[in-house]
């Protein structure tokens, strides 16, 4: 939604059935996708590939709390294989992962605070063949997430936009605090970023682009 938002026509790639998502869509293993439109040279078509693999291998909580607890071990890292085809493809690409996945380079670090959200939801992103000029300041967070920890409970201007239980929040709590209104479904919302995020990423490659060409 952050790239339409920033001027974009938007295709978009799962394994998994989307039927909310708001742009053209199609259904398959991305990169097996991507590898037909390097072949076939539609990726002629496109000025930008946005990818994130799924994180489940490396993130902070997979690798933390759920390790412990004996999940997570059958993830697969797929950055690498991503990036591989990324850099095939000769197009500019954004790879994004959250904290804790350190396969790849973080040029660029975002968090809800930075765009006034109800989430941190803090986000690296990888930039292959294009950079940022400059970068949004990362404020102070002005408080602590919603929620438990350790038996005690804490209140707080953000909220917890993953999981259920223990003050986790709702979805329509995830949908205000994240500025999504095209789904309802709680999985898609725990692992979305929000759009203001891609806005942001959108508009900046669009100067840089322009700056090139100028």
Same mark, same amino acid.
């Given at each position: 939604?952050?790239? #339409?938002?920033? %001027?974009?026509?938007? /295709?978009? !790639? @799962?394994?998994?059935?989307?039927? &909310? ?45 759920? #390790?412990?607890? %004996?999940?997570?071990? /059958?993830? !697969? @890292?797929?950055?690498?294989?991503? &990036? ?54 990362? !404020? ?5 997430? &919603? ?61 840089? &682009? ?5």
């Amino acid at each position: 939604m952050g790239y #339409h938002q920033a %001027g974009f026509a938007v /295709d978009g !790639i @799962d394994i998994a059935d989307r039927p &909310r998502y708001p742009f053209a869509f199609h259904q398959g293993d991305a990169l097996d996708y991507l590898a037909r439109l390097i072949a076939s040279g539609e990726i002629e078509r496109y000025a930008l590939v946005h990818a994130s693999p799924p994180c489940q291998a490396g993130c902070a909580l997979t690798v933390g709390t759920n #390790h412990s607890q %004996g999940w997570g071990n /059958d993830h !697969i @890292d797929l950055v690498a294989p991503t &990036r591989e085809l990324l850099d095939a493809c000769g197009l500019p690409y954004v790879i994004e992962q959250p904290n804790g996945q350190a396969a790849i380079r973080k040029d660029l670090t975002l968090c809800g605070a930075m765009f006034g959200l109800g989430v941190l939801r803090h986000r690296n992103f990888e930039l292959g063949r294009w950079s940022v000029a400059s970068r949004p300041r990362h !404020i102070k967070h002005e408080g602590r997430v &919603r929620g438990w920890r350790h038996g005690q409970f804490f209140d707080g201007p953000y909220v917890a936009g993953y999981g259920q239980g223990g003050g986790k929040a709702t979805v329509p709590e995830m949908q205000a605090a994240m500025g999504i209104g095209w789904t309802d479904i709680r999985e898609e919302l725990t692992e979305a970023i929000p759009p203001a995020y891609t806005r942001w990423i959108g508009t900046a490659f669009r100067t840089a &682009r322009q700056e090139v060409f100028a």
